[in-house]
Nanobody
Framework: QVHLVESGGGLVQAGGSLRLSCAAS????????MGWYRQALGKQRELVAT???????NSADSVKGRFTISRDSAKNTVYLQMNSLKPEDTAVYYC???????????????WGQGTQVTVSS
């Protein structure tokens, strides 16, 4: 089995910072794209940022200049550094990864259980 476990969420005042972490564990041969998505109450899940195995990143316009995604491939871990947080960043943040469990197998997409980020005004 494969598990994605997020940590680092919480309550912060507007303008503050948080760092989310997501570690993939279990039977893992390789990890391709990793990313963060978020879902606010009553809204659809949306992309926040992604990073591929080569380190190239992509992020939503709403977080550019404030959020930074990075990864430690040796630890199968992805991070999201969130600065200058705004109340509209309040959401459940989900980790996502494409993981190959065995040599020669296909990549399968996995989700974490989510971590709540609440930004107070």
């Amino acid at each position: 089995q494969v598990h994605l476990v997020e940590s680092g969420g919480g309550l912060v005042q507007a303008g503050g910072s948080l760092r989310l972490s997501c570690a993939a564990s279990g039977s893992i041969f390789s990890v391709n794209d990793m990313g963060w998505y978020r879902q606010a109450l009553g809204k659809q899940r949306e992309l926040v940022a992604t990073i591929n195995s080569g380190g190239s990143t992509n992020s939503a316009d709403s977080v550019k200049g404030r959020f930074t995604i990075s990864r430690d491939s040796a630890k199968n871990t992805v991070y999201l550094q969130m600065n200058s947080l705004k109340p509209e960043d309040t959401a459940v943040y989900y980790c996502n990864a494409d993981i190959r469990r065995y040599s020669g197998s296909v990549y399968v997409n996995y989700w974490g259980q989510g971590t709540q980020v609440t930004v107070s005004s």
